[in-house]
């Protein structure tokens, strides 16, 4: 049976009343319970995304999950197989025997194979804003068994989150950036899960576009002269501050002159899961360090959660 968001959600309000009778599970701590799931629930999970796997782990379903894809990899030790969520095989999921699989599209039919084969399936497609992610991380509580964990991670994001932002210098004018995705020079808008990320921070992008990721010319990006840079193809493609200095007149750009040329973890600024947080933080340093009239940026130290 297919596990659409309608149906968990349904399941997470029974749940919950479940848990206020005193059904759910009664930890303290910092972080999300491992109690072991009910006979009822999943017992063999399968994820095929580094989100759902974070997520799957945060609200305390780990122990329940017997593979995950080959993109998956955090947190240490989760059991990394070579299924792709890419190009999902069906028959090579079923290998693991798995009563319940999440992914983030139905991808070569993966949902119609799954079902005829008895197997359980649960699509989160990539989130379009924080309360996508909210919304996604009880939907895989509540398909696990775990919807007290999955409430308390998401009241911790929510109380990190409003923490980070509140700690972020006010400006009369918006710092205006420049997420690099790649080294051919796609971008993000405002209107993006990320943008909205940054616009909580107090940034505006300098790219525009109605869909969101569009490729920007280096003339483009010379002529909007953004205050900061952010480089997500440090890992993939090699890409780092000097090299960007290097680059035909980018020297000139505020962002180069003042030093405020970061590369960002490019899983953390890519995955829609609990480290959104991690990733707010470290931006929020940079911010804060930017000086409220311009200039070079100041040292700072960025704490890592948990």
Same mark, same amino acid.
């Given at each position: 049976?297919?596990?659409?968001?309608?149906?968990?959600?349904?399941?997470?309000?029974?749940?919950?009343?479940?848990?206020?009778?005193?059904?759910?599970?009664?930890?303290?701590?910092?972080?999300?319970?491992?109690?072991?799931?009910?006979?009822?629930?999943?017992?063999?999970?399968?994820?095929?995304?580094?989100?759902?796997?974070?997520?799957?782990?945060?609200?305390? /379903?780990?122990?329940?999950?017997?593979?995950? *894809?080959?993109?998956?990899?955090?947190?240490?030790?989760?059991?990394?197989?070579?299924?792709?969520?890419?190009?999902?095989?069906?028959?090579?999921?079923?290998?693991?025997?798995?009563?319940?699989?999440? /992914?983030?599209?139905?991808?070569?039919?993966?949902?119609?194979?799954?079902?005829?084969?008895?197997?359980?399936?649960?699509?989160?497609?990539?989130?379009?804003?924080?309360? *996508?992610?909210?919304?996604?991380?009880?939907?895989?509580?509540?398909?696990?068994?775990?919807?007290?964990?999955?409430?308390?991670?998401?009241?911790?994001?929510?109380?990190?989150?409003?923490?980070?932002?509140?700690?972020?210098?006010?400006?009369?004018?918006?710092?205006?950036?420049?997420?690099?995705?790649?080294?051919?020079?796609?971008?993000?808008?405002?209107?993006?899960?990320?943008?909205?990320?940054?616009?909580?921070?107090?940034?505006?992008?300098?790219?525009?576009?109605?869909?969101?990721?569009?490729?920007?010319?280096?003339?483009?990006?010379?002529?909007?002269?953004?205050?900061?840079?952010?480089?997500?193809?440090?890992?993939?493609?090699?890409?780092?501050? *000097?090299?960007?200095?290097?680059?035909?007149?980018?020297?000139?750009?505020?962002?180069?002159?003042?030093?405020?040329?970061?590369?960002?973890?490019?899983?953390?600024?890519?995955?829609?899961?609990?480290?959104?947080?991690?990733?707010?933080?470290?931006?929020?340093?940079?911010?804060?360090?930017?000086?409220?009239?311009?200039?070079?940026?100041?040292?700072?130290?960025?704490?890592?959660?948990?």
């Amino acid at each position: 049976m297919h596990l659409t968001p309608r149906r968990l959600v349904t399941a997470g309000i029974a749940a919950l009343v479940l848990l206020a009778a005193g059904c759910g599970n009664d930890e303290s701590g910092d972080g999300p319970s491992t109690a072991t799931a009910a006979a009822g629930d999943p017992q063999a999970i399968v994820s095929l995304s580094p989100t759902s796997t974070e997520m799957l782990y945060a609200v305390g /379903a780990g122990d329940q999950v017997v593979a995950v *894809d080959d993109r998956s990899d955090y947190p240490e030790g989760v059991p990394v197989t070579d299924l792709s969520g890419y190009t999902p095989n069906v028959e090579a999921i079923l290998g693991y025997e798995p009563d319940l699989v999440v /992914a983030n599209a139905d991808t070569g039919d993966l949902v119609a194979g799954l079902e005829n084969a008895g197997v359980e399936v649960l699509i989160l497609p990539a989130a379009s804003t924080l309360d *996508d992610t909210y919304a996604q991380i009880e939907q895989i509580g509540a398909a696990t068994g775990h919807v007290g964990d999955a409430a308390e991670v998401v009241a911790r994001m929510k109380t990190d989150i409003d923490a980070i932002v509140a700690g972020v210098p006010a400006r009369a004018t918006p710092l205006r950036y420049y997420h690099e995705l790649d080294d051919t020079l796609y971008s993000v808008t405002d209107d993006t899960y990320i943008g909205e990320i940054y616009g909580m921070l107090g940034l505006t992008s300098i790219a525009t576009g109605g869909d969101g990721y569009p490729q920007l010319s280096a003339e483009f990006i010379l002529e909007q002269d953004p205050d900061l840079i952010f480089l997500a193809d440090g890992q993939c493609c090699g890409v780092t501050p *000097d090299a960007v200095a290097k680059r035909a007149g980018w020297s000139d750009l505020t962002a180069v002159r003042d030093g405020n040329v970061h590369v960002v973890d490019e899983d953390l600024a890519s995955r829609w899961g609990p480290r959104v947080v991690d990733f707010m933080r470290e931006v929020a340093g940079i911010v804060s360090a930017v000086p409220a009239d311009g200039g070079a940026v100041t040292a700072v130290t960025v704490q890592p959660t948990g």
